[in-house]
């Protein structure tokens, strides 16, 4: 059974498509959604059965958390704690865009979606689709590749059909995504003012370091 796909606006979504993504999540399904890096899975972090299903598509070694995609600042300090200045000066100066911050996770998120690190990443895409679907969600979404594992990461809707069409129900299709690389990933779990950056993608070290020094 091969994925439907639906095409939705980049830059204008259409309400009635943003709902029935949401509808599907709701359901329990994994969905196909472009970020502004690559095609992204996206399910419902809180449904632990859709999240184990994540896992099996991309045959992803089960140590490894989930990245959470959220439609504003406000939901950041909804799903995290002891949130510092570092974590302020990064949100302001890079969200929305791609950089992904590892937090420490509140108590509403299932340990199973920080893989029992108690962490959780986070970022705010510069993206529409995917900001106009956590929003209506209520919650974040997922956001890890929609791509098997060892397999190169999409940047169409037709490489996401190509490669995983036949193992998820619905891809949305947003056109091309606008970035080649992948987000950075900058650490902020130690608490106080430690930072460590996991993987430079996207944002430059030195971009970071500078606007944490500032």
């Not at 991309?58 to 909804?78: C, D, F, M, N, V």
């Not at 199973?112 to 705010?124: E, F, K, Q, Y």
């Not at 990933?185 to 460590?196: A, F, K, P, T």
Request: glycine share 8%.
């Amino acid at each position: 059974m091969s994925a439907e796909i639906l095409r939705i606006h980049p830059d204008e979504p259409e309400p009635e498509r943003v709902e029935y993504v949401v509808s599907c999540l709701r359901g329990g399904k994994v969905v196909g959604i472009p970020t502004d890096t690559f095609y992204g899975l996206a399910v419902d972090p809180v449904n632990l059965r859709a999240v184990e299903r994540i896992y099996e598509i991309k045959t992803r070694l089960k140590h490894k958390p989930l990245s959470l995609l959220i439609g504003s600042l406000s939901q950041a300090y909804e799903l995290s704690r002891d949130l510092g200045l570092n974590f302020d000066r990064l949100a302001e100066r890079f969200w929305p865009g791609p950089l992904t911050l590892i937090v420490k996770a509140s108590s509403r998120l299932p340990l199973r979606v920080t893989a029992n690190t108690g962490n959780v990443a986070l970022r705010v895409p510069d993206a529409v689709i995917p900001r106009a679907v956590a929003n209506a969600f209520g919650l974040p979404i997922t956001a890890t590749s929609a791509n098997l594992q060892g397999a190169p990461e999409c940047t169409y809707a037709a490489c996401v059909r190509d490669q995983i069409g036949d193992r998820i129900p619905l891809i949305v299709d947003g056109g091309p995504t606008g970035r080649k690389l992948p987000t950075t990933i900058v650490d902020l779990s130690g608490g106080e003012d430690r930072w460590q950056i996991l993987r430079e993608g996207a944002i430059a070290t030195h971009e970071v370091a500078l606007a944490l020094h500032t």
